[in-house]
């Protein structure tokens, strides 16, 4: 499995689902319940997630999912303000509000 994925908006999270099972595409919704636990834990660890079942696909799917449609998800980074460490589909720190500098 693979994590494709992440927002704040399981209504979006869902669209994406639907998108992918649409070309044919498996995947699974993660944490689809966890924003109960917000507060207690960091806000973006309780994040919807989706998951692909089957990681030759990826490929694929980052070009149906991503706007540019290259099929390039962004490497992780560390922001600039704080240092916190992110995965690459994040433009914006969550911990400082600090925007992704390219």
């Not at 994590?3 to 649409?22: E, T």
């Not at 044919?24 to 917000?38: D, T, W």
């Not at 692909?52 to 922001?79: H, M, S, V």
Request: net charge negative; aromatic share 10%.
């Amino acid at each position: 499995m693979r994590l494709i994925y992440c927002a704040p908006n399981l209504l979006l999270v869902k669209h994406f689902q639907n998108l992918l099972d649409s070309h044919g595409i498996a995947c699974i919704v993660k944490n689809e319940n966890l924003n109960s636990a917000a507060g207690e834990l960091p806000p973006t660890e309780c994040w919807p997630e989706l998951w692909l079942t089957d990681e030759t696909n990826y490929d694929k799917a980052t070009r149906l999912l991503l706007p540019n449609g290259d099929g390039k998800i962004q490497p992780p980074w560390t922001c600039p303000r704080c240092d916190e460490w992110l995965e690459g589909q994040f433009d914006q720190c969550w911990n400082c509000g600090e925007y992704r500098i390219s």
